[in-house]
């Protein structure tokens, strides 16, 4: 019977590798009673994921920098909030 997948593959992705790693791989792999295609898949999937998570990780920055650039200036509605909230905490 042919095997059924929640997720048909519609890709695939060719490289090179030197032979030894990919025994070595490959022996780790069966290790632990995994395909090393879907061990390759899961290391792909947390890459992205934490190439998400830096990019967000770098927006926040910016993002605070921006604010923290608005906040220096006396007239600014960010100084402002800043003066309300420092007033509240002194209270």
Do not use: C
């Amino acid at each position: 019977m042919p095997r059924q997948s929640q997720h048909p593959k519609e890709e695939s992705f060719n490289f090179r590798i030197d032979p030894k790693l990919k025994a070595e791989f490959q022996t780790a792999t069966e290790a632990e009673d995994k395909p090393a295609a879907q061990v390759l898949r899961d290391f792909m999937r947390a890459y992205v994921e934490r190439q998400r998570e830096r990019a967000l990780a770098a927006d926040a920055r910016q993002q605070s920098r921006a604010l923290a650039e608005r906040a220096a200036d006396p007239g600014s509605d960010e100084a402002e909030v800043i003066r309300w909230i420092e007033d509240v905490t002194d209270t």
